[in-house]
């Protein structure tokens, strides 16, 4: 079991100081509101084909543990617990969590929301079905032993959704330049491309934590559509993978 601290101070302070600004579409996480639709549609395919479960059905996720670890003010969570999912959001950056709480009681949603660490949780004996990892591996100390602490939270059969930024020139120019520079959707600084992480590089260390990873795609952004979808060929910059714990 992973006991390692692998929160990193200096990007925790970066999302506290836009907490507030979290449900705002057009603010500072007008990306992540863009994306959602996106991510969600991955993230509910993989959770239905692992689980068996009818998304057309009304709580098609009932019955499923779920931790949105880095869950941010709950725009995942939130979704998660509409489809019938038991909610855990956990979150190093401790001015995200009253954000997300007020929200989620504004929505009648029972999410349960902690100030705390994969590692404290892992170290607590917690166990979920499923684990959302999405957009944080790239914001950690020490990756491999940020997602061997996710691994340690899944029960064995559990899925685990990670998504992260590739590590290139695309990426730099698109995430960085574009995004913080440019467009200004995110405060500049907010992501350092060093550590942005390749798909082979993510699939090694999944596979080094102990997970099976068995799935990515890309997820790309039409400037003319202003739109994103999910590509089995593109993971030029925005990716995401499903892994699975098998024992």
């Not at 390692?4 to 057009?26: I, L, Q, R, Y």
């Not at 996106?38 to 009304?58: H, K, P, S």
């Not at 550590?195 to 400037?223: C, H, Q, S, W």
Request: charged fraction near 25%.
């Amino acid at each position: 079991m992973s006991t390692v601290n692998t929160v990193d101070p200096a990007e925790v302070a970066k999302f506290e100081a836009m907490a507030a600004e979290w449900w705002d579409p057009s603010g500072k996480f007008k990306p992540l509101h863009m994306l959602n639709p996106c991510r969600l549609d991955y993230i509910c395919t993989q959770i239905a084909a692992e689980f068996g479960r009818d998304l057309r059905a009304d709580r098609p996720l009932a019955g499923l543990r779920l931790l949105d670890i880095g869950c941010g003010g709950g725009l995942l969570a939130e979704p998660m617990a509409r489809l019938g999912a038991d909610v855990v959001g956990a979150d190093a950056a401790e001015r995200n969590i009253p954000v997300a709480r007020i929200h989620a009681e504004q929505s009648g949603l029972p999410i349960e929301y902690r100030h705390t660490t994969a590692e404290a949780l892992a170290a607590a004996g917690e166990r979920f079905d499923v684990v959302l990892n999405m957009e944080v591996v790239e914001h950690v100390a020490d990756p491999l032993g940020y997602l061997t602490a996710c691994h340690d939270l899944l029960k064995p059969g559990g899925l685990m959704v990670c998504s992260t930024l590739n590590r290139n020139l695309k990426s730099y120019m698109m995430a960085i330049v574009g995004a913080e520079q440019i467009m200004r959707w995110l405060p500049r600084g907010t992501h350092e491309w060093s550590k942005f992480i390749t798909p082979d590089e993510l699939y090694d260390l999944l596979r080094r934590a102990g997970l099976d990873p068995v799935d990515r795609k890309g997820m790309v952004f039409n400037p003319l559509g202003w739109s994103w979808s999910l590509s089995d060929r593109d993971l030029s910059v925005n990716y995401v993978t499903t892994s699975l714990r098998r024992a």
